[in-house]
């Protein structure tokens, strides 16, 4: 089971990674025996959570990686110059994201030009730009960040809504164009939980109450909850999983 599932030998880059689900998955990859990539844009607070990931796994190996995944030409400078100064990156998974909550029709452009970049454009970005190396060796594994909302909407957040399903499209696009190449591109999907994106929410006795009769595990979910799926999409015992889309958010996505 260690060798299916294990990460040992293998170096994953998470973008968004300072903090909530990216720094989450980050450290279970790390405790998987993964070297890992932080990326940020704030130099300080991806400083600060490698120093975490290191006060839990003194043994592991941490680096980070600051660009800005929105911007294409830096993503793709940056990982060109990693991969040529540091070595392969054999694991990505595009976490970074952003949320705005407006009604629809006060929306401001702005606010949802931000989600598109952040949100969709942040994949095809960083996901190029490492699929190339990728491509060359004949092997790699993409794990990109979806939503429940993937599936589902909600009053106030139709942007959004709109960017994770785009993410879940262009992850079965990458798998169908580069499965030939022996990579696999798949999707977790979150439903609700435990962060500084959902901070409001949580704070929010009405919300939670909602969500708490909704959901059929009765809970918000806590962001440890989403490493074995990430373990599982970048290891071998994924190897002919390709294109899924992958829930997990307490049954809320299958239910009444």
Known sequence: MQTTFGLTGRRALVTG?????????????????????????????????????????????????????TDHAAARRAIDGFELGQGPIDILVNNAGMQHRSPLEDFPAERFEALLQTNIASVFNVGQAVARHMIGRGRGKIVNICSVQT??????????????GAVANLTKGMATDWAQHG??????????????????????????????????????????????????????????????????????????
């Open 183 to 256: 990579l696999t591109c798949n999707a977790i999907a979150p439903g609700y939980f435990e962060t500084p994106l959902n901070a409001a929410l949580v704070a929010d006795p009405e919300f939670t109450a909602w969500l708490k009769k909704r959901t059929p595990a009765g809970r918000w979910g806590k962001v440890e909850e989403l490493v074995g799926a990430c373990v599982f999409l970048s290891s071998g015992a994924s190897s002919f999983v390709n294109g899924h889309i992958l829930f997990v958010d307490g049954a809320i996505s299958v239910s009444l």
């Open 17 to 69: 990674s300072s903090q909530g689900i990216g720094f989450a998955l980050a450290l279970g990859l790390a405790k998987a025996g993964a070297s890992i990539v932080l990326n940020g844009r704030d130099a300080a607070k991806i400083g600060r959570a490698r120093q975490d990931i290191l006060h839990t796994c003194p043994e592991a190996d941490v680096q980070a990686l600051c660009f800005d995944v």
């Open 151 to 164: 599936a589902l909407a909600r009053p106030g957040i139709a942007p959004y809504t709109a960017t994770k």
